[in-house]
């Protein structure tokens, strides 16, 4: 994956490099495809969007935030990318035309995930970082018929103590993904195949 750069901040994330990494794998981007983020923040999911995407529409509901994603993306090579970033809180100002969703908070995520069933969101994927918000996630999607995968994963960072090579952990991120385009099964049949049930 290419480095971004992200000398200006936000005062809070960026979502790490990992994160990013795996994020991005599910979302599966490609150039015939609409990118909608919720909460651009420093602007890294963003970034790396649309490197990939043919459309990127990035939410963020405050200004100074959506300022440091202006001004971060315009720090990288994104090429002619095609990006709007948007003022707004979320659903307020989400596009009907999605091909694939991230919200990398949980703020109003209720309403967009029924957002995103309304205009038929091929892919979302929503990263949580506390385990009660990240239950309660899980359950929105099963709830709207969308859920198809659950992760949780970890990344640790090495460095040297002592001669040796010792590591520092980053907290546990929390992926729920799945998509109310993918007819190919809902709610029960997908909770199985995925690993995912209510035991």
Same mark, same amino acid.
């Given at each position: 994956?290419?480095?971004?750069?992200?000398?200006?901040?936000?005062?809070?994330?960026?979502?790490?490099?990992?994160?990013?990494?795996?994020?991005?794998?599910?979302?599966?981007?490609?150039?015939?495809?609409?990118?909608?983020?919720?909460?651009?923040?420093?602007?890294?999911?963003?970034?790396?969007?649309?490197?990939?995407?043919?459309?990127?529409?990035?939410?963020?509901?405050?200004?100074?935030?959506?300022?440091?994603?202006?001004?971060?993306?315009?720090?990288?090579?994104?090429?002619?990318?095609?990006?709007?970033?948007?003022?707004?809180?979320?659903?307020?100002?989400?596009?009907?035309?999605?091909?694939?969703?991230?919200?990398?908070?949980?703020?109003?995520?209720?309403?967009?995930?029924?957002?995103?069933?309304?205009?038929?969101?091929?892919?979302?994927?929503?990263?949580? +970082?506390?385990?009660? *918000?990240?239950?309660? @996630?899980?359950? =929105?999607?099963? &709830?709207? #018929?969308?859920? %198809? !995968?659950? $992760?949780?994963?970890?990344?640790?960072?090495?460095?040297?103590?002592?001669?040796?090579?010792?590591?520092? +952990?980053?907290?546990? *991120?929390?992926?729920? @993904?799945?998509? =109310?385009?993918? &007819?190919? #099964?809902?709610? %029960? !049949?997908? $909770?199985?195949?995925?690993?995912?049930?209510?035991?």
């Amino acid at each position: 994956m290419p480095s971004i750069r992200l000398p200006h901040d936000a005062k809070a994330g960026p979502t790490k490099p990992e994160v990013r990494a795996v994020t991005l794998s599910k979302l599966g981007l490609t150039p015939a495809d609409h990118f909608v983020e919720v909460g651009s923040c420093t602007g890294a999911v963003t970034i790396e969007a649309a490197r990939r995407a043919g459309r990127v529409t990035a939410l963020e509901r405050k200004p100074e935030r959506l300022e440091v994603t202006r001004k971060n993306l315009a720090a990288n090579d994104v090429g002619d990318a095609d990006v709007e970033l948007v003022a707004a809180e979320a659903p307020e100002g989400l596009p009907d035309d999605a091909d694939a969703l991230f919200l990398g908070g949980s703020r109003n995520f209720e309403a967009v995930l029924d957002h995103a069933v309304e205009t038929d969101v091929d892919r979302v994927v929503m990263n949580v +970082s506390r385990l009660e *918000v990240a239950g309660r @996630a899980v359950e =929105a999607f099963r &709830d709207r #018929g969308i859920l %198809d !995968e659950v $992760a949780q994963f970890q990344a640790s960072h090495g460095y040297e103590l002592a001669g040796a090579t010792s590591f520092d +952990s980053d907290n546990p *991120v929390y992926l729920v @993904a799945g998509g =109310a385009g993918d &007819d190919e #099964g809902s709610g %029960d !049949e997908d $909770a199985e195949a995925s690993g995912v049930s209510d035991a």
